[in-house]
């Protein structure tokens, strides 16, 4: 099975948690648009009904608009009754690295205000710490003075020998910083260590006041779902 199949799997898996009536977050990356395919289709076919659908991204905004998936934001519905995503990476106690599609903002806040936070991924994204995968742990920050902060959270994580990069735009041109959603920019952290203690990790980050969100989700996830070769398994936290 291909990584994609993995993940199509783990994601109508996903889908099985989904109820008529349900106001959804609706993830964004590779696996979650799988699921969001997969509630567009059930949909279509009156499987399902009356869902409510609140985007992660404006990428996952124009898939559910495609599907003709109603939309709203949690303005509306500061409340969830479920949300399904992917994840970079996934330690031991379900804590996640998030982000690296670049809308961990809007993810964070959505799926925190879920009463179900299912996370669907393929089993590459295990890892035995976070971090552990040697890709990136993304940090939104402002665009003002960018390299102030990164150098900050560079010194914060030196220990763990930690290297921060601005992440450039994927096309056009190449030296132009990637900008997310909300109009900021996102430092990559890559760690050769462990980081230990990921609540305290956060909470120093977050006292930057350059800083407006980390891709760590620490007890966040209520479900895990993993694809693998051996068939899929599905974790309650
Ligand atoms: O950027 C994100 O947070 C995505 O959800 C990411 O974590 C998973 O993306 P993938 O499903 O394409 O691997």
């Not at 690295?97 to 809007?106: A, Q």
């Not at 900008?179 to 203690?197: A, M, P, R, S, W």
């Not at 006292?207 to 599905?234: K, P």
């Amino acid at each position: 099975l291909t990584q994609d199949e993995l993940k199509k799997i783990a994601a109508y898996k996903a889908v099985e948690f989904v109820e008529s009536n349900m106001v959804l977050g609706l993830g964004t990356g590779s696996t979650a648009k799988h699921a969001i395919d997969r509630i567009g289709e059930l949909l279509k076919q009156g499987k399902l009904t009356n869902i409510i659908g609140i985007p992660t991204s404006t990428k996952t905004h124009e898939q559910a608009l495609s599907l003709n998936i109603p939309l709203s934001d949690i303005d509306t519905h500061p409340v969830l009754d479920l949300a399904i995503d992917g994840a970079d990476e996934v330690d031991p106690d379900m804590n996640l690295v998030k982000g690296r599609g670049g809308s961990l903002l809007r993810e964070k806040m959505i799926e925190g205000c879920c009463k179900k936070f299912v996370v669907i991924v393929d089993e590459s994204k295990l890892v035995d710490y976070v971090g552990g995968s040697g890709l990136a742990l993304p940090v939104e920050v402002v665009p003002f003075c960018w390299k102030f902060t990164a150098n900050k959270l560079e010194e914060l994580f030196c220990d763990a020998g930690c290297v921060a990069k601005l992440r450039i735009n994927a096309d056009g041109n190449k030296n132009a910083p990637y900008v997310t959603d909300n109009g900021n920019y996102i430092i990559d952290l890559y760690f050769k260590k462990d980081i230990g203690d990921l609540k305290a990790a956060g909470d120093a980050m977050l006292r930057f006041a350059g800083v407006v969100e980390h891709g760590m989700f620490i007890d966040m996830a209520t479900t895990l779902i993993v694809a693998s070769e051996m068939g899929v398994t599905v974790r309650h936290k």
